[in-house]
């Protein structure tokens, strides 16, 4: 019941020593440490798995040798906790995996069982939307057979690229405590030195050690944290380390980067230069394209059109593909690329038509990461997208999209500190926001309320902004999708018949209106000669956070949005107001909203008007439940009912 | 040496099969069907299939024996922007061993109208990528150069593959819209394969016959007593059974909701192997009827082999035999005995993964080592116990007899009273409560003199969820009261299988938020992990502004936060069955003091409705009892799976139940004399 250390011999005498001594220290530990049944409840609350022990050896040779080590020792205290019993190994060409094996331990602490190397899988690894990786993964399916159990996974690799040395997470995620966690790095002389980069250390308490050779971190009784509704992504506020070497070796490549001014120079010499060639017969027809033009703006609105009409998306990564583009004439013959070909493809059209861009890396995702200002590392940034600058302002575009309007790029890459490429160095810019009321949609609606409870009117629906976002697609979809989508929208109202409905997308204006014609029986209910409805048909929003009993973490609106909304609304003849809401408005921190009512006798309608500001915002966890009760009142006041009664 | 080459002819259609005006040879694609913009049955297609052909043949090499060859010859129509995921082409391969299928002669070309002029863009060895994904597959991938809308992409390769017994399921349905499909499966008379149609579209094939023929070269000595060598060339002629499948127009396999498995609709054919049968050799048997189908599975040594021998678990045995007296206190301590010994580690399969053995010393194992352990179990001691065999809901329902139609176990016992079910592969099972997904139609319960016989697996019982709620309404709206849950069969089931292990806690905020955030306390929850019993849950709870109050009236619907406000039926018709895995029931009754100092204005009436042949159906009840009232609410599904042609009546029942639940009750004021201040009751 003893594990094993993977030893190697070392490179320096000066290595041999901390090696030696730390292989000890947990071979006398080992003896019953295991044991799963006295564990203390600081760990065991809120989780379904602990970390006994996440160490990580991480060995600097040279600029172009690194060896990895790494033990992760689990005890997984139900069915819930077996998603965090780590079995599987990335791993690509050049990262050789020397060692790999997983020992289970039962409840007392014995062992159990042993997987060696050769009873793993090894399969390609899969992301959803590559056509080619070259990455593949070593993993074994254990299945459980008593809780608790603990699984020792360990495994060691050796590889030239320390370009992408593993960053640490104290806590591996959600639900899961951690008992001792320990990081470390040896390196083997002054130059190969690592900067680490501290994040959000505050909520632990650690210890950091330093030699000449080597830094050291350890954690112990790490709680576990539970995800909460609102609260920010675990990447912001996870304790972690970020850490790097400034000359480096990555897929074949030397880098030395010490900024991003750095970074953005060697991204220029070493993996840009050269790529931007195109065929003399592209750029006549590019300059064709744009002839007349005097404007660079509209020049460059030309040539994203000419992208978005002639190439598709495809990824294929292999080595330093995963950093380099495919050169612009290889994308210009087949049209097709990934965000790296494809941005570096319309930077080399529009530099044919005479039109300064830089090509632009970021972290995309419907989350907002910003890059590290102060540390500058290749880590950082999964995408590709391109600015155009213009009269001091930046034009940003996605060029894996055939459908965004120029100079639009909704909620997967705004607001967002970005490296832009500039010849003369790399710079970090922030990219487009869209917040509070720039996230916009009015509905205006008329609608007619029978005596029998149905509900027909029209409905316009204008949204910008990200609220564009979450529209615009609507106008690639067939039309059983588009009813679906607003039988779904407008779950509020059942029996849902959609007669009639149009869609415009201003590209220019990045606008989309849609105009939809509906009917539905039984909307309103009938109650002996009264007739109830809710007012609010077409915008109901009954949004309100989970509550929670002891909330612990702060919370988040990374965006916020505006609605306003009209409502005329035609009673039916043989029916007068018994009773009908009043206005209200509400001022918060958050947002506001308002409501109002108006009964206009001459014809026997209700106008109806409405507006919902939600702020974007990051708030202490103290104001959770003000906020909480802020978007119930709304809720509330979104169902609030007109009562008719019928004349005598 | 002796050396066999089989000469293939290639297949000749008649002119008659082209749809007018087209081409289908490689390379000859037309103006029209560049200009072509729209699918026109279809004018949501994305993109359509304009033409596809695949032959699937045989070929001799000796020393290497049999291979199959499969050509597959497509040519897309790209519509629109969401269609370019059809201009990426994957192929998945089978390996086993050193044994693989490979691809060869893969060709493929984009054609573009460029200024009224068809452009050719040929796809470069670099867009081919190949992939190891796992033991058994590798995946060749290909993406077509120059894609746009409106472009028409062709491509042609070519299978071989050793694996001759098994011929893939060929698909006759994509995603997509297909304009001509011509299938043409080739088999030496050696082979006996049947066809195996599935899905909805009719089809007939045009069955033939075609001369084959073996030139080989032979070496022998021509008389006992030379010693000289001659070479005779030599020919064996044998017939190939031809099948041609050729079909038009066959539109766009659409998903449906709440279908159980929507590749169960997918028309497909697949070829089953019979037997082979070479000259002067024995035939080798393969399935041909479900007998046959079970005798083969039965006789396997993964499967019937794994029911001989006990010694394995004998001593356990021994004891629990020992510590019961009846025969259903056994049944239910060796079930309990395996369903906690054994832990199922994922895998599918009616055959052994590790071996019964390993699998029993290991306590762990698929669903064969764990089901197959159990019926040996029973067995052992005597009972009439035997393996059935099980298609689950995701691997479509076996309509044929073929081994591959089958990929799970369970186990059956059959008493006097009749047979029990049982499946040991997961916690919260009992006798007749198999997992949900092994609610399949039919399985087959093979006997140990290898006959089988079918037993009917969707669930008859109906599984319950009552709640008894006595609820106080408030002057201002809001409630507060106690509830008590009771859950059987399958809703203990799924309750269990999704929260016993959950942290408390952590389940009631989920409860709360779930019912619009209410306040919960005195929560007590018994039989948690008893499976035998019903989950039942009871609770205080308060919760806010459940009613309106316009004026000097209240207005709520007195299912408060229970009432199903959603019809789950929004389509206006459907072609697929609904299937609900098994048949519910759930029940409410509510007894709710009213405010003091208001009284009853008007209430929802009541209500009774109910499906043909007694499907299902809904009750609702009110009545007035003191300060107060009471209400009953029953809504009920008895079948499983209902057929589409139903759908129509079930889509109203459930308007209906959401009718009434959302319908609102009306109080009033009571003036000071302690009556209402408005008019009387209505209806």
Redesign the interface.
């Known amino acids: 019941m003893r594990y094993v250390i993977t030893t190697k011999p070392n490179q320096t005498k000066s290595m041999r020593l901390p090696v030696f001594l730390c292989f000890l220290f947990f071979s006398i530990l080992s003896l019953a440490q295991y044991q799963a049944l006295a564990l203390d409840e600081t760990l065991t609350k809120?989780a379904n798995a602990v970390l006994r022990l996440d160490q990580m050896e991480i060995e600097i040779h040279s600029k172009k040798e690194m060896v990895v080590k790494n033990k992760q020792v689990i005890t997984v205290l139900?069915?819930?906790g077996n998603r965090h019993a780590r079995t599987a190994l990335g791993y690509d060409s050049s990262k050789k995996i020397k060692a790999i094996e997983i020992i289970i331990y039962d409840k007392l602490g014995n062992q159990i069982?042993k997987i060696k190397k050769k009873d793993f899988?090894?399969?390609?690894a899969?992301d959803g939307f590559s056509?080619?990786l070259d990455y593949r993964q070593l993993y074994y399916?254990y299945?459980?057979?008593?809780y608790p159990y603990t699984l020792e996974f360990n495994y060691e690799y050796i590889t030239p690229d320390t370009g992408s040395i593993p960053s640490w997470y104290f806590l591996g995620g959600f639900m899961k405590s951690v008992e001792k966690s320990r990081y470390s790095i040896y390196y083997a002389n002054s130059a190969l030195k690592p900067i680490i980069h501290e994040k959000n250390l505050e909520s632990i308490r650690f210890e950091k050690k330093e030699t000449g050779s080597s830094i050291v971190y350890t954690a112990e009784n790490i709680g576990a944290i539970?995800q909460e509704r609102l609260s920010p992504t675990f990447g912001k506020i996870a304790p972690r380390l970020m850490t790097k070497i400034n000359n480096f070796h990555y897929k074949g490549y030397d880098g030395t980067i010490e900024s991003w001014s750095a970074m953005g120079t060697w991204i220029d010499e070493k993996l840009l230069a050269g790529r931007d060639e195109l065929n003399e017969a592209t750029i006549l027809e590019v300059k064709d394209l744009t002839s007349g033009i005097e404007d660079d703006l509209e020049k460059a609105k030309k040539i994203y059109k000419y992208v978005q009409?002639?190439t598709?998306y495809?990824s294929?990564q292999i080595g330093i593909g995963g950093l380099q583009p495919i050169s612009a004439i290889e994308v210009d013959?087949?049209?097709?690329g990934d965000c790296k070909g494809l941005s570096n493809y319309t930077k080399a059209l529009l530099k044919a038509v005479g039109v300064d861009s830089y090509y632009a890396v970021v972290q995309a995702g419907a989350d907002k990461v910003d890059f590290e200002e102060d540390f500058a590392d290749l880590a950082q940034g999964n995408h590709v997208i391109l600015t155009i600058p213009h009269k001091g302002t930046y034009y940003w575009i996605d060029c894996t999209s055939?459908?965004l309007p120029f100079g639009y790029i909704g909620s997967f890459t705004d607001d967002r500190k970005v490296l832009i490429v500039k010849p003369e160095g790399g710079e970090l810019v922030r990219t487009t926001s869209y917040v509070d009321d720039d996230n916009y949609q009015h509905i205006g609606a008329s609608y007619v309320i029978d005596s029998e409870g149905g509900i027909a009117g029209n409905a316009t629906i204008k949204t910008k902004g990200v609220r564009y976002y979450q529209h615009f697609r609507l106008n690639?979809d067939?039309?059983?999708?588009v009813i679906?989508h607003y039988?779904?929208q407008w779950?509020?109202i059942?029996?849902?018949k959609v007669s009639e409905y149009s869609l415009n997308d201003d590209k220019a204006e990045v606008t989309f209106s849609e105009t939809v014609s509906l009917n539905a029986t039984?909307y309103a209910?009938l109650?002996?000669?009264?007739i109830?409805f809710t007012v609010n048909a077409f915008n109901n929003n009954d949004f309100?956070p989970?509550?929670?009993?002891n909330r612990k973490l702060p919370f988040e609106i990374q965006r916020g949005f505006l609605d306003t909304d009209e409502f005329t609304i035609e009673l039916p003849k043989e029916y007068s107001i018994?009773?009908m809401?009043k206005e209200r408005q509400i001022e918060t921190e958050f947002g506001s909203y308002e409501v109002a009512y108006t009964y206009v006798p001459e014809n026997n309608t209700v106008k109806y008007s409405r507006s919902l500001l939600v702020k974007k915002g990051y708030y202490p966890k103290e104001k959770y439940s003000d906020y909480?009760d802020f978007r119930?009142e709304t809720a509330?006041l979104d169902?609030?009912?007109i009562?008719l009664v019928k004349n005598q | 040496m002796i050396r066999l080459k089989i000469t293939v002819f290639c297949l000749v259609f008649s002119a008659t099969s082209f749809v007018l005006g087209q081409d289908f040879k490689f390379g000859k694609v037309s103006k029209e069907e560049l200009t072509e913009n729209v699918y026109p049955q279809d004018s949501s297609a994305v993109a359509s299939v304009l033409y596809r052909h695949q032959s699937v043949r045989f070929s001799y090499t000796q020393g290497v024996g049999f291979k199959l060859l499969t050509d597959v010859h497509e040519r897309v129509k790209i519509y629109s922007k969401d269609g370019f995921d059809y201009a990426t082409v994957s192929q998945l391969l089978y390996k086993n061993g050193s044994d693989a299928e490979s691809i060869s002669g893969l060709k493929a070309y984009t054609y573009n109208l460029e200024n009224g002029k068809i452009e050719k863009s040929k796809m470069e060895k670099s867009a081919v990528f190949k992939t190891s994904r796992s033991k058994y597959r590798n995946e060749e991938k290909f993406t077509l150069p120059n894609v746009k809308e409106g472009s028409v992409l062709e491509y042609h390769y070519q299978i071989t593959s050793p694996f001759y017994s098994s011929v893939d399921e060929i698909d006759l349905q994509y995603d997509i819209p297909i304009k001509k499909l011509e299938i043409a499966v080739e088999i030496p008379e050696y082979f006996v394969f049947k066809p195996l149609m599935k899905g909805y579209l009719p089809i007939s094939p045009k069955l033939g016959t075609k001369a084959g023929r073996i030139n080989y070269t032979s070496k022998n000595r021509s008389n006992r007593y030379s010693a000289a060598t001659n070479f005779d060339a030599q020919t064996i002629e044998y017939k190939i059974n031809t099948t041609h499948y050729d079909i038009a127009n066959v539109p766009a396999l659409k998903e449906e909701p709440y279908v159980n498995d929507m590749d169960n609709y997918r028309s497909a054919v697949k070829y089953e192997l019979q037997y082979i049968q070479f000259p002067q050799e024995a035939r080798e048997s393969y399935s041909t009827t479900w007998e046959d189908v079970i005798k083969k599975i039965y006789e396997s040594d993964s499967f019937g082999g794994q029911l001989k021998s006990g010694r394995y678990f004998q001593e356990d045995l021994e004891k629990l035999m020992a510590a019961t007296t009846t025969e259903s206190e056994l049944i239910a301590a060796i079930f309990l005995h395996v369903q906690g010994r054994m832990n199922w580690n994922s895998i599918y399969g009616y055959g052994v993964d590790k071996g019964v053995k390993t699998a029993y010393k290991e306590r762990s194992g698929n669903i064969a080592d764990i089901n197959l352990i159990l019926t040996s179990m029973l067995q052992e001691a005597g009972l009439n116990a035997n393996p059935v065999l099980v298609s689950t809901r995701d691997h479509g329902v076996p309509m044929f007899p073929t081994r591959e139609g089958f990929n799970y176990v369970v186990t059956a016992v059959e008493l006097e009273g009749g047979t029990v079910l049982l499946d040991a592969t997961n916690k919260y099972t009992k006798p007749n409560l198999l997992p949900t997904r092994a609610l399949n139609w039919f399985g087959k319960m093979i006997k140990k003199d290898g006959t089988a016989k079918t037993l009917n697996l969707i669930p008859k019982k109906v599984s319950r969820e009552s709640t008894n709620v006595s609820v106080v309404l408030k002057a201002n709206g809001d409630i507060e009261g106690k509830a008590r849950k009771s859950y059987t069969d399958y809703d203990s089931y799924a309750f269990r299988n999704r929260y016993a292990a959950a942290d408390e806690e952590d389940y009631l905020e989920k409860l709360e938020n779930r019912n619009n955030g209410m306040e919960i306390s005195d929560y007590a929850i018994k039989n948690k992990k008893t499976v035998g019993k019903p989950v039942m849950e009871s609770f205080t709870f308060n919760l806010e502004s459940q009613a309106n109050i316009i004026g000097d009236k209240m207005y709520f619907s007195p299912m408060f936060y229970m009432a199903m406000t959603e019809n789950p039926f929004k389509l206006e018709d459907r072609n697929y069955p609904i299937d609900f895995t098994y048949p519910w029931q759930e029940k409410f009754v509510m007894n709710i003091k009213l405010p003091e100092g208001y009284q009853l204005t008007s209430k929802p009436e009541n209500m009774n409705m109910a499906l043909v042949n007694k499907m299902g159906s809904f009750k609702y009840q009110i009545v007035e009892n003191g300060s107060g009232l009471q209400v009953m609410v029953d809504l009920k599904i008895n079948e499983a799976v209902i057929s589409a042609n139903y759908y129509a009546d079930l889509k109203e029942l459930f308007k209906n139940v959401v009718e009434k639940q959302t319908e609102k009750l009306v109080l009033s004021k009571t003036s000071s004399d302690g009556t209402a201040d408005s008019s009387g009751k209505s209806r």
Request: aromatic fraction near 4%; hydrophobic fraction near 25%.
């Open positions: 809120n139900n069915r819930l069982e899988t090894d399969v390609s899969v056509l080619y399916d299945t459980p057979i008593s539970k009409d002639n598709r495809i294929v013959r087949v049209k097709y055939q459908v690639q067939p039309k059983e999708d679906k039988k779904n779950n509020n059942n029996n849902l039984n209910s109650s002996g000669n009264r109830l309100v989970d509550r929670y009993r018994e009773a809401p909480r119930k509330r169902d609030a009912q009562v």
